[in-house]
Nanobody, 120 residues
Framework: QVQLVESGGGLVQPGGSLRLSCVAS????????MGWYRQAPGKQRELVAT???????DYAESVKGRFTIWREHEQNTVYLQMNSLQPEDTAVYLC??????????????WGQGTQVTVSS
């Protein structure tokens, strides 16, 4: 099996910063893309940022200029640096990865989520 484990969430004041990380482990043959989604209470899950193996990232309009995503390919890790956080960024942040498993082939995997709360 493949596991995605997130860390780095927490409580921060408006204008503050947090860095999330997500590590993929298991019988991984290849990781095609890794990214972050978020889901606030009563709202649909939405894309925050995603990054394929190449350098071009895709960001939600609401986070452009404030959030940065990058990957450490050798460590199967994706990071999300979040600056200038606002209360509307409060949500559970979930890691997603498009992974080829040695035995079961290619599919998408989700982490368990990490809570980010922006409040004074």
């Amino acid at each position: 099996q493949v596991q995605l484990v997130e860390s780095g969430g927490g409580l921060v004041q408006p204008g503050g910063s947090l860095r999330l990380s997500c590590v993929a482990s298991g019988l991984i043959n290849n990781i095609y893309a890794m990214g972050w989604y978020r889901q606030a209470p009563g709202k649909q899950r939405e894309l925050v940022a995603t990054l394929p193996r190449g350098p071009i990232a895709d960001y939600a309009e609401s986070v452009k200029g404030r959030f940065t995503i990058w990957r450490e390919h050798e460590q199967n890790t994706v990071y999300l640096q979040m600056n200038s956080l606002q209360p509307e960024d409060t949500a559970v942040y979930l890691c997603h990865a498009d992974i080829s498993h040695y035995l079961t082939g290619r599919q998408g995997y989700w982490g368990q989520g990490t809570q980010v709360t922006v409040s004074s």
